[in-house]
T-cell receptor
Framework: DQQVKQNSPSLSVQEGRISILNCDYT??????FLWYKKYPAEGPTFLIS?????DKNEDGRFTVFLNKSAKHLSLHIVPSQPGDSAVYFC????????????FGTGTSLTVIP | NAGVTQTPKFQVLKTGQSMTLQCAQD?????MYWYRQDPGMGLRLIYY???????DKGEVPNGYNVSRLNKREFSLRLESAAPSQTSVYFC???????????FGSGTQLSVL
């Protein structure tokens, strides 16, 4: 059963606008969350992370928001650029009780120039 | 910097054949992982090695074996390939357990 879900397989956004990618999880033990970006024929690369003691983490154009009560996190990209076009994966782990990250199925973002 | 290097990049096997996917990292990381990516399934953990000398099963270990040869190298072996093992395989490493992962560029495997 998928413990981390990305319900939007794809998203298209105009250059310069905000991109919002969503991720939901079911396991209340998850306390560390990461976002990865993947270009075709390449491996995923780390983008940004957040631990459950925070509700927001920012790195340049990228901000991740965590809503623990809703078991929901989102990645905001502002402003979106054509080079941001890629597949984005969220991942979660229960750092105190587990040994692995659980990945969502990914959202393909297209930024239109 | 090479980071995580996987070989081969592409492989076609016939059902029942065996092969080993090789992975090496040059970041002095303690933990290494093998994932597979299938359409609509995200990345699923096959096996991991939290530290040199240890290996453990992930979500989907059946049909695979691993060897942590030394701190740098972690190989994945398919003893008798099946069409269900057609996938893209990624090796990853992290400084310690459950730190952010660094991925290789992947191996596209087709089993006919």
């Amino acid at each position: 059963d998928q413990q981390v879900k990305q319900n939007s397989p794809s998203l298209s956004v105009q250059e310069g606008r905000i991109s919002i990618l969503n991720c939901d999880y079911t396991n209340s033990m998850f306390d560390y969350f990461l976002w990865y970006k993947k270009y075709p024929a390449e491996g995923p690369t780390f983008l940004i992370s957040i631990s459950s003691i925070k509700d927001k983490n920012e790195d340049g154009r990228f901000t991740v928001f965590l809503n623990k009560s809703a078991k929901h996190l989102s990645l905001h990209i502002v402003p979106s650029q054509p080079g941001d076009s890629a597949v984005y994966f969220c991942a979660a782990s229960p750092t105190n009780t587990g040994n692995q990250f659980y990945f969502g199925t990914g959202t393909s973002l297209t930024v239109i120039p | 910097n090479a980071g995580v290097t996987q070989t081969p990049k592409f492989q076609v096997l016939k059902t029942g054949q065996s092969m080993t996917l090789q992975c090496a990292q040059d970041m002095n990381h303690n933990s290494m992982y093998w994932y597979r990516q299938d359409p609509g399934m995200g990345l699923r953990l096959i096996y991991y090695s939290a530290s040199e000398g240890t290996t453990d099963k992930g979500e989907v270990p059946n049909g695979y074996n691993v060897s942590r040869l030394n701190k740098r190298e972690f190989s994945l072996r398919l003893e008798s390939a099946a069409p269900s093992q057609t996938s893209v395989y990624f090796c990853a490493s992290s400084e310690t357990r459950l730190e952010k992962l660094f991925f290789g560029s992947g191996t596209q495997l087709s089993v006919l």
